[in-house]
């Protein structure tokens, strides 16, 4: 069965070229011009993916809003902003909101594709390998992969598809650095440094929130980071 791809776009014209685009490689596609009408649908059924614009109608930060709304009712949904606005603070924004990745609308729609494909697919592989009954147990972290469920001293950890993959690449080898491109390699997904910098701030303020004594993710300094027992 296809994945159903839900974008939330107020300009129609942007929305339909997308969605053409999607459906052609397969894709079911539903569009939305609005931060309440999108929400009201994802009550009813959640998407495959989200792909948000950040600027919604009346609402300039709606996107960030809607990021915020869907990412507490859906935890391990892949939602990726594309919108006009690259300012280094509102891709630090949307990451830190919990987006797994932050595109920008002058990239190429086959671009935009791939980076899609990459997302879905490293839902797919997650699960394919947790039908296997794959779980990872180091210390306090425990790793449901079939679920996508992360539990810190028995507590969940709500991690986004991203964060899971690079907390899954960390703890896999306990004391071994892994680099940024490696992490991206891990997460199979095009960030860059800072990106990944980011996205392993929040996922140590995450653990944090549960744990203040929480230090197992160190950081090699000029090489990238470990995980410490």
Not at 27 to 32: A, K, P, Q, S, T
Not at 109 to 126: F, K, T
Request: charged share 25%; net charge neutral; proline share 2%.
């Amino acid at each position: 069965m296809s994945a159903t791809i839900a974008i939330v776009e107020d300009e129609r014209a942007i929305a339909e070229n997308y969605r053409d685009a999607l459906r052609r490689s397969g894709y079911r596609v539903d569009l939305y011009s609005a931060r309440i009408e999108a929400m009201e649908a994802f009550r009813q059924r959640l998407p495959d993916l989200a792909v948000i614009d950040v600027g919604l109608g009346s609402e300039v930060e709606g996107g960030f809003e809607l990021c915020r709304e869907l990412r507490a009712m859906a935890p391990s949904l892949p939602i990726l902003f594309l919108t006009a606005r690259d300012s280094e603070l509102d891709i630090i924004s949307g990451l830190r909101l919990g987006a797994d990745d932050y595109l920008t609308k002058d990239i190429s729609l086959p671009h935009m594709q791939a980076r899609i494909n990459a997302l879905l697919r490293r839902v797919s592989v997650l699960r394919d390998q947790g039908n296997e009954g794959e779980s990872l147990t180091q210390g306090k972290l425990e790793l449901d992969i079939s679920r996508l469920h992360c539990h810190w001293n028995g507590l969940a950890v709500d991690l986004t598809v991203t964060e899971f993959w690079i907390v899954h690449a960390l703890a896999k080898r306990p004391g071994h650095v892994k680099s940024r491109s490696q992490l991206m390699e891990a997460a199979r997904v095009v960030l860059d440094d800072n990106t990944i910098t980011s996205h392993v701030k929040r996922i140590r303020k995450k653990f944090q929130a549960l744990d203040s004594e929480f230090n197992a993710i160190g950081t090699a300094y000029g090489m990238g980071y470990r995980w410490q027992i």
